[in-house]
């Protein structure tokens, strides 16, 4: 087997698998902070926050992980990404940071209004996250100028309609899960409440799947060779229908009181699609349109030795991150207390 090449390869899979899981974990509770600007009541938010207090924490595990990843394997990408993207991704730092200290000062907070400044704190730190974690991602697809190896870009070359679209995207698409992990923890008004949110957002998010789906084949022709090539087009077909099929089973289940997980389900389901689809478009780029996988990599023998350590570890945070979410399973009330 050429190490070389597959090597890259796997790396760029548990690359992937990183950063779907953190948005898949940390995507719902960045969400409910984004919702709290539509439920007024103090109570309602103790509720919602206290669904995620034994777990939020242990999600960002995954960003780390990833972020580490990328500078052990693909140091080239590395050193290329994060100077063209370096102001998102410092406001991203510090807003996970902002809302990291609210989250856990507004349960300490004496009065009233002190409790209001820290749960704006936190509204304004999970947007600001979600919000910062789009325009990345958008900087990153519409692609970085490279020349000789390095970025030979501006400070703010990222900043685009495109980054922007991407960034409002995710804000709606975090806030859609915060509210199906609300309709699945918690019941009553509250519940009824975050249906009637879920609803609306999942039309804004497919309508905005489907902007995003015509708008990034356009960014780039390789883009839009993955997506009208035959027999490539047979591959990639099955993620339009399978976000179709989503939508219909969303619709079915919403409403129904029977079904309470179904919801979130299908909202990860499109996530996961988005994901797929974007992977379509970007292989093998790692840095588009100019730096793939094995430009990127470092040699070999520092990929095997990091694979071995990987082995143990995702397994690792696998485990203890289901037990966690087992032991606090269940629905979560106002007599429900983690602080």
Known sequence: MDQAHWLPIIWACIACFTVLAYIVLDGFDIGLGILFAVEPEKHDRDVMVNTVAPVWDGNETWLILGG????????????????????????MLLALIFRGVSFEFRFRAETARSRLIWD????????????????????????????NGQYAGGWFDWLTGFSIFCGL????????????????????????????????????TLGLIIVASLWTPT??????????????????????VLVAVLAVLFWRTIDSEDHHLTPLLCALGWFFLCFTGLGVSLWP???????????????????????????VLIPTILAYTTYSYWVFRGKVGRETHYH
């Open 285 to 311: 780029w790692i840095v588009p349109p100019s730096i793939d996988i094995w430009q990127a990599s470092s040699p070999p023998s520092s990929q095997k030795f990091l694979l071995v350590g990987t082995v």
């Open 169 to 204: 995207s995710v804000v709606v698409g975090y806030a859609l899960l915060g509210a199906c992990w609300m309709i699945w923890r918690v019941d009553g008004d509250l519940q009824k409440r975050a249906r009637r949110h879920a609803k609306t957002l999942a039309v804004v």
């Open 120 to 147: 704006i704190a936190f509204f304004a730190g999970s947007t600001l996250a979600a919000l910062t974690q789009g325009l990345i991602l958008g900087g990153l697809i519409q692609g970085i100028k490279v020349e």
């Open 219 to 240: 960014l780039h022709l390789e883009y839009m060779r993955h997506w009208d090539v035959w027999p490539r087009i047979l591959y990639v077909a099955p993620v339009p």
């Open 68 to 91: 580490a990843a990328l500078y052990g394997v693909f140091p080239v990408a590395y050193a290329t990404i994060l100077p063209a993207l370096y102001p998102p991704i410092i406001a």
